[in-house]
């Protein structure tokens, strides 16, 4: 493998510029001679020792990814939006030259340990359970951070999140421009996110304000799984005064009560409509294939990253809380009364 020396000669520059750019000093750095440096330096394969880096103060270069533990730690990647979302932070880092760190946790006490044992230069935060009070000792470590789709008030963190209310009403106000009277909602509401009880607060509006009951028995509350999506599924079919349509904030859950629905002998959309949330990919091998809410997971990523390395940098931030919309797509598990 090539020295510093040898890309500085090859380059033309000094071994300090090379340096400036191998640890992305671009301030003191041209944009044209950092890019002759940086092909130099890939095409002898160079690879800056991040422990000695580490060791003399410098950036580690390593972004950890931090996941909730739950009840089942070995399962932490069993949720395909985690599995989409943490791809697609891995790329949007390895090309910016950073490595991911996956950790899963349960207490704010173990986060702070990691920061202050291991030399990483950012995390980014899969919505922390943390309190208030947890997650500002977390913050006041000093470790830039971003958390997604838990939003912290008073202590200004670094957001990315989805506009959740609107997340709950686009799927309800589809289905009442479908003539759906009776629908039910499920979801995993054994903690209580933010992000769960503004869905349900958004979807119980406009059912409100259309004046369209919302009974307790059309209330599902599960852990989210395929397999309680099933029970889901039978029970509605079971029921005297079946809804006609069920709205769930999971897409895993959607597919679970789609299979519920056909076991008990009864279909989708012909008897029970069904919206699920998150757009996962696997939705295109479902049949019927599934009419669900799609979050962009690039554009929630890249903002995340964007966020994450100019706090590392020290760059101005003007936009410290960002909030994505969401789309309804449509596609065959949605019935039309009306």
């Not at 899963?104 to 986060?111: I, N, S």
């Not at 479908?178 to 769960?196: D, L, M, Q, W, Y």
Request: aromatic share 10%; hydrophobic share 40%; charged share 25%.
């Amino acid at each position: 493998m090539a020295t510093l020396k040898q890309i500085a000669q090859e380059a033309g520059v000094s071994v300090m510029t090379v340096s400036n750019v191998i640890n992305h000093n671009y301030d003191k750095v041209s944009a044209k001679t950092a890019e002759r440096v940086e092909a130099i330096a890939r095409k002898y394969n160079y690879v800056p020792n991040l422990s000695a880096r580490s060791l003399s103060g410098k950036r580690s270069r390593i972004i950890t990814v931090l996941v909730p533990e739950g009840d089942k730690p070995i399962h932490i990647l069993d949720d395909p939006y985690r599995q989409q979302m943490i791809a697609a932070m891995e790329f949007q880092l390895r090309v910016r030259g950073y490595y991911v760190m996956l950790r899963a946790y349960k207490r704010a006490k173990e986060v702070i340990y990691l920061f202050h044992n291991w030399s990483v230069d950012g995390a980014i935060f899969f919505y922390p359970t943390f309190s208030q009070d947890e997650m500002k000792q977390v913050l006041d470590t000093g470790v830039p951070c971003v958390i997604l789709d838990r939003y912290y008030e008073g202590l200004d963190p670094l957001t990315v999140d989805l506009d959740d209310l609107h997340g709950g009403q686009v799927p309800a106000r589809f289905l009442l421009e479908n003539g759906h009277k009776r629908i039910a909602f499920a979801c995993p509401f054994t903690e209580p996110s933010i992000v769960v009880r503004q869905r349900i607060r958004g979807f119980a509006q406009v059912l409100r304000d259309a004046g369209v009951p919302f009974p307790a028995r059309y209330f599902f509350n599960t852990n989210g799984s395929f397999e309680q999506g099933v029970r889901v599924g039978r029970t509605l079919c079971a029921m005297k005064d079946r809804p006609t349509a069920v709205v769930t904030t999971l897409d895993r859950l959607a597919v679970g009560i789609l299979e519920g629905v056909r076991l008990s002998g009864y279909s989708v959309p012909n008897d029970i409509s069904i919206i699920g949330f998150d757009n996962w990919e696997v939705l295109q091998y479902v049949q019927p294939k599934l009419t669900t809410v799609a979050q962009d997971y690039e554009k929630k990523v890249e903002w995340a990253v964007k966020l994450l390395l100019n706090r590392i940098r020290g760059e101005e931030i003007s936009q410290t809380h960002v909030t994505l919309d969401v789309e309804l797509i449509d596609r065959q598990s949605v019935r039309k009364l009306n």
